[in-house]
């Protein structure tokens, strides 16, 4: 398994699936263990995925400094990974929370990026949800016979009940079509983060860079994710001049497991 020491030698572990051109693909959570992302919906048939665990998740080590997980920070250890590689630019593809990081490496070093992936993006700059977006979103499932206790638990939760279990109980929400088999995608060990890991992956907000993306950016949205509904890809598409949208309207806040060959598909094209 492939490592390299970030500048402040915290060790980063990456992988590689596949052959072909390579694409950077950062994870989400904030703090997932990046194999979660699987071979992108057989992307890996035609890209090179250079899967990078960032710091304090997956397989990488965890910084005795916290304040390094910010996704601001962790925006650098992108670059030092591009330098190990020893290429110019970089493909990147980036999901939910890992979004943040790829926008801060885009905009901080716009000539170091080709293209840019932003798979169902949590905002630009931090969580940019709409709760009445996401409430519309999630209403369209009423029909549904676990909607009552995903909506209970929701309502719990806004009011300031805390626990895995209820988290548990909105997962049906992620998805356009909720079954069991669906369970098997949560592995467990992929979201093995500390504590305070969230927290301190948000903080620093206000250090992000302002400039907007200026490569090309494809930016994915899931019609059906009610995790954490479709306005923060409308805020990042509209945040950046070469950015276009794409709902799929299948899938829900993992589109490469629901819709996988129009997922393969849209992405090929605009990396073509």
């Known amino acids: 398994m492939p490592f390299f020491p970030a500048s402040d030698g915290v060790g980063l572990f990456y992988d590689v699936l596949g052959a072909g051109d390579p694409l950077v693909v950062l994870g989400g959570g904030p703090g997932m263990d990046v194999r979660y992302l699987g071979d992108l919906g057989g992307l890996a048939a035609d890209r090179r995925l250079i899967r990078l665990d960032g710091r304090g998740a997956g397989r990488s080590g ?9 996704f601001v920070r962790q925006a650098a250890d992108v670059e030092a990974l591009r330098g190990h590689l020893g290429l110019d630019r970089l493909d990147v593809l980036a999901h939910s929370a890992g979004s943040l990081t790829a926008q801060e490496f885009a905009a901080r070093h716009p000539d170091r990026v080709r293209r840019l992936i932003l798979v169902t993006p949590v905002g630009r700059h931090g969580r940019d949800i709409d709760p009445t977006d996401l409430a519309a979103v999630r209403a369209t499932r009423h029909a549904e016979p676990w909607y009552p206790r995903a909506a209970a638990a929701a309502r719990e939760l806004a009011a300031g009940g805390r626990g895995p279990f209820l988290q548990a109980r909105l997962i049906p929400f992620h998805w356009h079509r909720w079954t069991p ?31 907007p993306v200026t490569a090309p950016v494809l930016v994915v949205a899931g019609a059906s994710d009610g995790m954490i509904g479709v306005a923060p890809s409308r805020t990042v598409a509209a945040a950046h001049p070469h950015a276009r949208l794409e ?16 997922f393969r598909g849209l992405v090929n094209a605009f990396l073509r």
């Open 181 to 211: 088999e669906r369970r098997h995608e949560y592995v467990p060990g992929h979201s093995t983060t500390p504590p305070w890991f969230r927290d301190a992956f948000y903080a620093g907000a206000e250090a992000a860079c302002p400039a």
């Open 62 to 70: 965890v910084p005795a400094d916290r304040s390094t997980v910010s």
């Open 247 to 262: 709902m799929m309207a299948a899938s829900g806040h993992r589109p490469w497991v629901e819709e996988p060959d129009a």
